[in-house]
Every structure is written in structure tokens, then in C-alpha cells.
């Protein structure tokens, strides 16, 4: 059995959303995943289905976006998360190596399962859906 | 007639032989002097005590009493004992005179001469002289003086004052360098304790009193407080007082209470110069890390990008997705020369030699950005309410005054709200002597609660618009910054948006 089937990227560089589709057809992964550029767009559709089967295993969360970046997000992820039909892994990809977010991302320790910095690479790719 | 004589005579003899008992007896040291007309002294009575006291010999009891005196009397003291002596003698008035004597061992003890004057019908001047030793005393009231020398002296080097103050009656005694601190004299009404606190800055007030509260509940050992008191010349001075209960009655309510004063004004503004370039490095401080931030977030993403952009690059194998990589790398290079043209355009702001200020007219610069704006304000049937004074001037640079009009202008057309035409107003007041530009539109508003700390931010949007690039306030932020004004703003979701820029100098 897969570990994550459905999966939620949230980045506003579309260049990422290039890079990630190559590593999964790179490592052989097949899994239905869904693009957005924002925070509230990512959300949105979470409220949408949120009683449903329909929602991810796995969101891939960038933290500096536009309209919602990646605080907001989790902070609306935090108001909704108890409704979810089932447990959601959320995982923050960022450029960012700044102390200031990491320790930030500490707050949400009950969402965030784990900080990856950017660029992910085959063996990120290979751990997470090993 | 004549045995009354004898009587008398008899009672006369024994009341002689019982006063001279008498004046041998007591302790005072008593004597006659006698000046003759021309000015002969003669020493007619002595006392034993005085014989034993001064320790005269019979040399000295048979030589000239000028002499004698002019001896034992210490050099300082001689002109000041016979200038007084003299001056009893012409006006046959009381002689009064403190001196010292060196006495046989060298030491010195002071006296206090005290004489009564007559002159008899030879035209002689007869003083009735007791001599007080006043050693003890007047060594006691050296010590006094000395200390309170040296006292007053410690106070007029330290500059501290002192006061009294009486919380019975409300008095309060300040002496001299107290009231130097605020330039007033004795004249001047300040002897109770109201009258100083009405001095009292109001916004220092409170604190003050409480201080004084907590020493009267015995929780401070002493009162110790720094605050603004309003001088003569309608400055303010900072002072620092020390005070300490000295009394309390039965009850244990205080009495009396002491204490200094301290002119402290230089080091408060020392200290507050001080915590201004506290707030600059603070300030730039705070830029480097935003800077950090900025390079930390924007510039890594575009590497990061690069390096498995390549990676793909070098793996594939078919033309069709190397010409998708090629693209991506191109997007990313752009992105990239992009975020540093805005990086260095960060850094160019904050460098002021290159940004000169200039008198500028507000709406001059105002209808140059609305020219410039002619046909995106017709397309989008923009209304423009102009109520900036006419002579309003400022010091500022004209390329940043240029982008801040564009920025606010275009922003406010770009985040129009769908449901009516827009409408931008343009007003200047001043506020506490200094200009204030508003800008107020009645575009979508900015939920501040969600978006205010990074309204200002480097590329922060917050509206689902794809022209947003969220780089004009950032921008336009620091150019105010950097001519030493701030930014403020108000806004409300589909309402619309006010920016407040204070100029922050004086007209």
C-alpha cells in the first residue's frame, strides 16, 4: 500500500510545480496530485471537500506566497483540520533557511510533521514516499 | 550721728572684707582695669582666680599691664581686643570682646571679656571686667561652623540641593542650589509643598507621587525619583530627589521628610540622545535583517530553481523537454536579474548622498502623475478629488515623490472595487506643525488584522489581481523612510484604503 495518493503542492513559482512533476515521473511515482499558487486557493478547495473523502494525504506547503502565505494557511488548515475525514500530512518546503521561519514552523508542530528546505531533491522524493 | 558713724564704719569694713571673700571665692574671673587720661593702664582689682588661672608671676604682676595683656593674647586677636576696648573706653559703653590666650604651655583657650564703663572726676576709665573661659564652647561652634562648611561646600560642588519639608504644615524649606535648578530665588513663592507639585510635568507626576508612597508605606528604604519640573523660564528641567522620613509620630504617620535635589537635564538628554541612536541602529538593524530575509527567501529560490533545472536538463533525452527546461531556465533568470534590480534599488534608497531633497510643490507633482495617468483614470472612469493646498511644499526627493503619487495612483485604480467607479482623493493638513498627505480611494480594501504586517513587505499581494507584483509599497516605504517621513493606513474590506504619510518636518 501506497503511503500518500493524493497530494496538494502550494507554491506561487511555477517553475517548482515543473521541477516537482519531473521527480515524480523520475522516481516512479504515481500519485493524483493538485497544483496551486496560493495559500487561500489551497484552502478553498480543502473547505470545499472537507467532509469528503476527496482531500489529500500530503500538502507541500511553501511558506512565502502570495494573498495567503504559508502562516495564514496553516492558521485556516488549524480551524478545519478537526472536520477532516481523515489525518492530512503537511510538510513546509521552503527556501528559506531563515532562523526566524523555522522556529515559526515550531508553532505549528501540530500540523507540520517536518521543514524541507528548497530545492527538493530524488532522495526528499525517495524518503517521503518510500 | 557718730556711733551710727561707727556702726557704720564697722558694718562698712566687714561688708569690704565680705565682698572681697566673695569675689575670691567665686569661680569667674574677675578684675579692675583703669586707663588713665593718658592712656596709662592699670590693673586696680584682680581676683585669685585670675592669678592662678593665667599663672602670673611676680615679674609679670610688676610690669607694665599693656605689656602683660598684649603678650598673653594671641597675635590674630590683639588689634581686634584693643580696637574694642578702645571704642568702650570713647563711647563708655559696654566692652565686649572673645579672644584667645596662649597660655604658659602654649595652649590656647578661648575667652569671652565682659565689662561695664565708667569714668570717675579725673577723667580715669574704670572698667568692671569678668573674663569667661569659652574654650568648650567655641571649640564646639568651630567644629559646627566646619562641618557645615564642608557641607555646604559638598553641596555647591555636587550641585545637589536640599529641602525640608514639614508634612504637617505643608511647608517645605529649599534652600539656595534647589532653587538655582529652576531659577528662582527666596522671592519667589515656593514654600510649600503644592506649589512644587503643581511644577511637575503632568505626564511625570503620577510616578512621582507614587515613589513618595511607597517610602510613606515603609516599602522603599527612601524615595528616589526623576522627573520634569517646570522652571522660571518655562523650560522643563529634569530633577532627580532623594528623600528619606526623618520623623514619624505615634501613630507612624510621617512628620517630617529630607532630602536632595539633583539638576540631572544634561544626562537625560544625553540619555535620550543616546536612545535615539538607539532607535537608528535599531532601525538598521532591522533593514539588514529584513535584507537577510529578503536574500534568504528570494534570491535561494532562483538558485535552487537553477541547479534542478540543470539536473533535468542534463537527464533528458528528447528535444521536446529540453526546450521546457531551456524555457524554465530562462523564466528563472529573468526572475532573477529581476530581484536584483530590486534588491539594489533597496540599497540605492537607504544611501541618501545620492538622494538629494528638494523644495517641492505637491500639486505640481500630484497633476504630473494624473498626466501621466490621463488614460487609465478616462478607461476606468476614475473621479480625482484634489484638495491638496496650493503652496503645500515639502522637502523631498522629485523621482520619489514621482513614484509615491504613481504607486498610491495606480494602486488604487488597480484595486478598485468591481461594483463602483473609483474615486481617489488627495488632501494635505498639518498636524502638530508638520504636513500630512492622505491618500483615500474606495477600492477593495486590505483586511489589516490578516495582511497588516506585510502590507509594506517585499513582494506581498493580497488581492487575487495578476498584475500584483508587490513590490510599489515596499518600495515606496522605504523611499519615505529614507527622506525621514512614515507611513500609516486604514482600510476596510470593500470599503476602500486611506495612506497617511507624515513628512515628519516642520513648516
Do not use: R, W
Given at each position: 500500500m501506497k503511503k500518500f495518493n493524493t497530494i496538494f503542492v502550494v507554491d506561487d513559482d511555477m517553475v517548482y510545480h515543473f521541477i516537482i512533476k519531473k521527480l515524480f515521473s523520475k522516481c516512479n511515482i504515481d500519485v493524483d496530485t493538485k497544483y496551486f499558487f496560493n495559500g487561500l486557493e489551497a484552502i478553498d478547495e480543502l473547505r470545499d471537500k472537507v467532509e469528503t473523502d476527496n482531500i489529500p494525504d500530503l500538502i507541500l506547503l511553501d511558506i512565502n506566497m502570495p494573498v495567503y502565505d504559508g502562516w495564514q494557511f496553516l492558521e485556516e488548515f488549524k480551524k478545519i483540520k478537526q472536520k477532516l475525514t481523515k489525518e492530512i500530512t503537511v510538510y513546509l518546503v521552503s527556501s528559506s533557511n531563515d532562523v526566524t521561519d523555522l522556529n515559526k514552523s515550531k508553532e505549528y508542530?501540530?500540523?507540520?510533521?517536518k521543514y524541507y528546505y528548497k530545492p527538493m531533491t530524488q532522495e526528499d522524493f525517495e524518503t517521503i514516499f518510500a | 550721728m557718730k556711733t551710727n558713724s561707727i556702726i557704720?564704719?564697722?558694718?562698712?569694713?566687714?561688708?569690704?572684707?565680705?565682698?572681697?571673700?566673695?569675689?575670691?571665692?567665686?569661680?569667674?574671673?574677675?578684675?579692675q582695669l583703669t586707663i588713665s587720661p593718658n592712656d596709662e593702664f592699670n590693673i586696680t582689682y584682680l581676683n585669685k582666680n585670675i592669678l592662678s588661672y593665667f599663672e602670673l608671676n611676680k615679674f609679670e604682676l610688676k610690669s607694665n599691664p599693656i605689656d602683660v595683656i598684649s603678650n598673653k593674647v594671641h597675635p590674630e586677636d590683639r588689634d581686634a581686643f584693643f580696637t574694642s576696648l578702645n571704642y568702650s573706653k570713647q563711647n563708655l559703653e559696654p566692652w565686649r570682646c572673645e579672644f584667645r590666650i596662649i597660655t604658659k604651655n602654649k595652649k590656647i583657650s578661648w575667652f569671652k571679656v565682659d565689662a561695664n564703663v565708667t569714668s570717675d572726676i579725673d577723667k580715669n576709665t574704670i572698667f568692671f571686667s569678668t573674663l569667661t573661659d569659652i574654650t568648650d564652647i567655641k571649640e564646639r561652634e568651630i567644629k559646627v561652623q566646619e562641618s557645615e562648611t564642608r557641607y555646604q561646600f559638598a553641596l555647591e560642588a555636587s550641585k545637589k540641593g536640599i529641602w525640608d519639608y514639614n508634612l504637617t504644615t505643608g511647608n517645605v524649606f529649599f534652600s539656595k542650589e534647589s532653587l538655582d535648578i529652576l531659577y528662582l530665588d527666596e522671592f519667589d513663592d515656593i514654600n510649600t509643598n503644592s506649589k512644587w507639585d503643581e511644577r511637575i510635568h503632568p505626564n511625570d507626576l503620577k510616578d512621582y507621587l507614587d515613589s513618595i508612597q511607597s517610602h510613606k508605606d515603609r516599602k522603599t528604604p527612601y524615595f528616589e525619583n526623576t522627573k520634569r519640573v517646570l522652571a522660571k523660564d518655562g523650560s522643563y528641567k529634569w530633577v532627580l530627589s532623594r528623600g528619606k522620613i526623618i520623623e514619624r509620630d505615634e501613630n507612624g504617620n510621617p512628620v517630617r521628610i529630607i532630602g536632595t535635589h539633583s539638576d540631572v537635564t544634561h544626562n537625560k538628554e544625553k540619555e535620550n540622545e543616546l536612545l535615539d541612536h538607539l532607535d537608528i541602529i535599531i532601525e538598521q538593524n532591522n533593514r539588514l535583517l529584513n535584507f537577510a530575509h529578503i536574500v534568504s527567501h528570494n534570491l535561494r529560490s532562483h538558485t535552487g530553481n537553477f541547479k534542478m533545472l540543470l539536473n533535468i536538463l542534463d537527464?533528458?533525452?528528447d528535444k521536446e523537454s529540453k526546450e521546457e527546461?531551456?524555457?524554465?531556465?530562462?523564466?528563472?533568470?529573468?526572475?532573477?536579474?529581476e530581484t536584483i534590480d530590486h534588491l539594489k534599488e533597496l540599497v540605492d534608497i537607504h544611501n541618501t548622498i545620492i538622494h538629494k531633497k528638494e523644495d517641492l510643490n505637491l500639486?505640481?507633482?500630484?497633476?504630473?502623475?494624473?498626466?501621466?495617468?490621463?488614460?487609465?483614470?478616462?478607461?476606468?472612469?476614475?473621479?480625482?478629488?484634489?484638495?491638496?493646498?496650493?503652496k503645500d511644499t515639502?522637502?523631498?526627493?522629485?523621482?520619489?515623490?514621482?513614484?509615491?503619487?504613481?504607486n498610491f495612483t495606480t494602486n488604487a485604480i488597480k484595486y478598485s472595487h468591481p461594483e463602483r467607479h473609483p474615486e481617489i482623493s488627495y488632501s494635505s493638513s498639518v498636524e502638530k506643525g508638520k504636513l500630512v498627505l492622505v491618500i483615500e480611494d474606495n477600492g477593495l480594501g486590505i483586511n489589516l488584522a490578516k495582511h497588516g504586517e506585510k502590507l509594506f513587505g517585499m513582494y506581498k499581494t493580497f488581492h487575487k489581481n495578476e498584475n500584483a507584483r508587490g513590490i510599489g509599497l515596499f518600495i515606496t516605504k522605504n523611499q519615505i523612510e529614507s527622506m525621514g517621513g512614515s507611513i500609516e493606513v486604514e482600510s476596510k474590506v470593500n470599503v476602500g484604503t486611506t495612506f497617511k504619510i507624515n513628512f515628519n518636518e516642520e513648516i
Open positions: 508542530q501540530d500540523e507540520v510533521k | 557704720n564704719d564697722f558694718f562698712l569694713v566687714e561688708k569690704v572684707n565680705f565682698f572681697e571673700q566673695m569675689l575670691n571665692q567665686i569661680p569667674d574671673l574677675i578684675f537527464e533528458s533525452n527546461c531551456l524555457s524554465y531556465l530562462k523564466t528563472t533568470s529573468n526572475a532573477l536579474s500639486n505640481v507633482y500630484l497633476n504630473q502623475t494624473l498626466e501621466v495617468l490621463s488614460k487609465e483614470i478616462k478607461d476606468n472612469k476614475v473621479k480625482i478629488v484634489n484638495k491638496i493646498g496650493e515639502i522637502k523631498f526627493n522629485p523621482a520619489y515623490l514621482e513614484s509615491l503619487f504613481l
